[in-house]
């Protein structure tokens, strides 16, 4: 029996010295390992640094000032000059973009000031689907509203009514445009 004793303390005495050995390299591998990590760290904290301080020099240009706003927001005639019919207005006032993905759209307020009562509409219910019919007591200047609008695939008229007032006793305003393309 004393030598199956032996041969069994041999073969964990082995078994041990193994083990030892391959833990022992295992972290000299997991050391070098974290000193290329560290010395890579340290080369892009010096790109950050080096590009940091050349970026502002490369970026700079002069200031241009912002536009003047119109001296007089667009003023509604007085009630008894006032049309029943929608005033149809020249420059857009307002921007349709798409939200993002599937988001649906925005409609944008570009006008100078808030526009009251705002409605959306399709101008042809059979080629642009309004998901909820568009309403909102206010939209304020350069602020945008989300609506959902599909048209239909390969639809020719793609346009979107907006009608507004710039007063709760002024003249309804309008402005047709087509949905833009999806991107």
Same mark, same amino acid.
Request: proline letters at 10%.
């Given at each position: 029996?004393?030598?199956?004793?032996?041969?069994?303390?041999?073969?964990?005495?082995?078994?041990?010295?193994?083990?030892?050995?391959?833990?022992?390299?295992?972290? #000299?591998?997991?050391?070098?390992?974290?000193?290329?990590?560290?010395?890579?760290?340290?080369?892009?904290?010096?790109?950050?640094?080096?590009?940091?301080?050349?970026?502002? #020099?490369?970026?700079?240009?002069?200031?241009?000032?912002?536009?003047?706003?119109?001296?007089?927001?667009?003023?509604?005639?007085?009630?008894? +000059?006032?049309?029943?019919?929608?005033?149809?207005?020249?420059?857009?006032?307002?921007?349709?973009? +798409?939200?993002?993905?599937?988001?649906?759209?925005?409609?944008?307020? +570009?006008?100078?000031? #808030?526009?009251?009562?705002?409605?959306?509409?399709?101008?042809?219910?059979?080629?642009?689907?309004?998901?909820?019919?568009?309403?909102?007591?206010?939209?304020?200047?350069?602020?945008?509203?989300?609506?959902?609008?599909?048209?239909?695939?390969?639809?020719?008229?793609?346009?979107?009514?907006?009608?507004?007032?710039?007063?709760?006793?002024?003249?309804?305003?309008?402005?047709?445009?087509?949905?833009?393309?999806?991107?």
């Amino acid at each position: 029996m004393g030598t199956w004793a032996l041969v069994v303390a041999v073969v964990l005495g082995l078994g041990s010295a193994a083990w030892s050995a391959l833990a022992w390299y295992g972290a #000299r591998n997991e050391a070098r390992d974290a000193r290329r990590a560290a010395e890579r760290a340290a080369e892009a904290a010096e790109a950050a640094v080096a590009a940091a301080e050349r970026g502002p #020099r490369a970026v700079e240009r002069p200031v241009e000032p912002a536009p003047e706003p119109p001296a007089d927001p667009p003023r509604d005639p007085p009630a008894d +000059e006032q049309a029943d019919d929608p005033v149809e207005v020249g420059p857009p006032t307002w921007r349709i973009q +798409e939200a993002g993905g599937n988001a649906g759209w925005l409609l944008r307020n +570009e006008g100078s000031q #808030r526009a009251l009562d705002v409605t959306l509409t399709a101008e042809d219910d059979e080629h642009v689907t309004l998901r909820v019919p568009p309403v909102w007591p206010y939209v304020d200047r350069h602020a945008a509203v989300a609506f959902s609008a599909l048209p239909a695939a390969g639809a020719k008229n793609r346009n979107v009514v907006v009608e507004w007032r710039w007063e709760a006793d002024g003249p309804v305003r309008r402005w047709v445009t087509a949905l833009p393309r999806r991107t």
